[in-house]
């Protein structure tokens, strides 16, 4: 089992540099910046900030899915018939919307830590203190925040859809489940789309806080060539130009999403 693993890890390894856009085979420091700061290896910093793009999307990737589903059970706790449902939804939202994003992150970083140690020390653990893994501290923060945000999308976008609809698919004797899996879901996608893409945009920027928990991110790598080379209008504009290279990037990517998920509409 641990030879593959290694094997998979090595072939995931091999994917990474094969298309990475800035020191792959055909990456634009591989081509253009081998003479300069900018050079792949040991002689220049791109690699470290190659790096740093690919934590940068990869906690962007990871948080989306989890916010999502979050958010989605979020929005149904705060329109349930159960009082107490919508009570703890409403806590939720008004908790995770208000606090700072950034607090947000220490809060689950440095307080998961304590918890776990303690909890550890309920039980009588007496071995090296308890480290959380900083990648997944940023995806837990980040998570809670998107799907604060995102609750709200989809409960507006729930309201917007009549309860003729329901009331259709109960005509029909389905159940709530196929109800909303096959009536209402379709409709909620393309209703809440433009607001999901737009906390889009805000996550990816929001990736910028997992630097503050020293997670090697775009800013972080950045930060520490700034430091070393006294570069800083360098070294920050590169990292201008990935982030608005990753906003582009998603516009083209959430636009293609948008005409599919309309394409009913054109249709009629």
Same mark, same amino acid.
């Given at each position: 089992m641990g030879g593959l693993f290694s094997a998979l890890g090595s072939f995931w390894s091999l994917l990474v540099h094969i298309f990475d856009p800035l020191c792959g085979p055909v990456g634009l420091f591989?081509? /253009?910046g081998q003479s300069t700061i900018l050079a792949? %290896?040991?002689t220049g910093w791109g690699d470290e900030i190659a790096l740093g793009l690919q934590v940068t999307v990869s906690v962007a990737v990871v948080t989306l899915p989890i916010g999502l589903v979050i958010g989605f059970l979020v929005a149904l706790g705060q329109q349930s018939e159960e009082k107490s449902l919508r009570l703890a939804a409403g806590v939720y939202t008004t908790i995770f919307r208000g606090l700072p994003e950034l607090l947000t992150l220490f809060i689950i970083y440095y307080g998961m830590q304590i918890l776990i140690q303690y909890l550890l020390d309920l039980a009588g653990y007496n071995g090296p203190p308890v480290e959380i893994n900083a990648f997944l501290a940023g995806v837990i923060a980040l998570s809670v925040v998107f799907s604060a945000y995102c609750s709200e999308v989809l409960l507006s976008a729930f309201r917007a859809i009549p309860k003729g609809q329901y009331e259709a698919g109960d005509s029909l004797g389905l159940h709530w489940g196929r109800t909303?899996?096959? #009536?209402?879901?379709p409709q909620l996608v393309r209703i809440a789309l433009p607001g999901l893409m737009n906390l889009w945009m805000v996550l990816l920027k929001d990736t910028s806080y997992v630097s503050i928990i020293s997670l090697a991110d775009i800013l972080r790598q950045t930060n520490v060539a700034v430091r070393v080379t006294k570069e800083p209008f360098f /070294?920050? %504009? #590169?990292a201008c130009c990935l982030y608005l290279a990753l906003a582009i990037l998603s516009s083209f990517v959430l636009a293609h999403i948008d005409r599919w998920a309309r394409r009913s509409e054109v249709r009629r």
């Open positions: 591989t081509w /253009f792949c %290896g040991d909303l899996r096959l #009536i209402v879901l /070294f920050y %504009g #590169i």
